[in-house]
T-cell receptor
Framework: RKEVEQDPGPFNVPEGATVAFNCTYSNSASQSFFWYRQDCRKEPKLLMSVYSSGNEDGRFTAQLNRASQYISLLIRDSKLSDSATYLCAVIFNTDKLIFGTGTRLQVFP | EAGVAQSPRYKIIEKRQSVAFWCNPISGHATLYWYQQILGQGPKLLIQFQNNGVVDDSQLPKDRFSAERLKGVDSTLKIQPAKLEDSAVYLC????????????????????FGAGSRLTVL
């Protein structure tokens, strides 16, 4: 089993739609969780950290479910500019950041 | 604040040739990472340095890949000899450790990537 798993997609959604991605992780001792955004032919950039209590940043909401070992990212009111690959990342041991394969989102007019 | 610098941005070589990539992390960042990202996949950690010491190199193909960070600042990743399957983007990243603080809510210590070095092996 991979350490971090994501559905590669693509998710094709119309503007204004709500879309959610899940990411599962194998190590129950994992400590911190992140969502990164990667545009085509660009480097990944941190979108948001995922806290135990969940967190929200504008149209983006991240949740952590430790019992089921998954994190989620919800995007409300999708914009064309949200089209990108969303990478889940998990800290294993100390400061070792492992990424999933990414989920591709395409928002269409 | 200057970001993570990498060079070259693009490199095309033939199989069995050698190549080297250079990375200059954000000033003051003690932790430096090299990731390999093959098209359609997520970044795969190759090696992690803390200052000039190796923290993790379990995924580094040591028969052909080597990396060093002699003075705890710049780093070089070398591939010799290259194979077709080495075609990928090589991403360098840095952070000010630790990434994880128990109970930390602030995202201050994040991992920042450079623009990457795109390698094509023919």
């Amino acid at each position: 089993r991979k350490e971090v798993e994501q559905d590669p997609g693509p998710f094709n959604v119309p503007e204004g739609a709500t879309v959610a991605f899940n990411c599962t992780y194998s190590n129950s001792a994992s400590q911190s969780f992140f969502w990164y955004r990667q545009d085509c032919r660009k480097e990944p950039k941190l979108l948001m950290s995922v806290y135990s209590s969940g967190n929200e940043d504008g149209r983006f909401t991240a949740q952590l479910n430790r019992a089921s070992q998954y994190i989620s990212l919800l995007i409300r009111d999708s914009k064309l500019s949200d089209s990108a690959t969303y990478l889940c990342a998990v800290i294993f041991n100390t400061d070792k950041l492992i990424f999933g394969t990414g989920t591709r989102l395409q928002v269409f007019p | 604040e200057a970001g993570v610098a990498q060079s070259p941005r693009y490199k095309i070589i033939e199989k069995r040739q050698s190549v080297a990539f250079w990375c200059n992390p954000i000033s003051g960042h003690a932790t430096l990472y090299w990731y390999q990202q093959i098209l359609g996949q997520g970044p795969k950690l190759l090696i992690q340095f803390q200052n000039n010491g190796v923290v993790d190199d379990s995924q580094l193909p040591k028969d052909r890949f080597s990396a060093e960070r002699l003075k705890g600042v710049d780093s070089t990743l070398k591939i010799q000899p290259a194979k077709l399957e080495d075609s990928a983007v090589y991403l360098c990243a840095s952070s000010s450790p630790p990434l994880f603080f128990p109970g930390r809510l602030s995202g201050a210590n994040v991992l920042t990537f450079g623009a990457g070095s795109r390698l094509t092996v023919l």
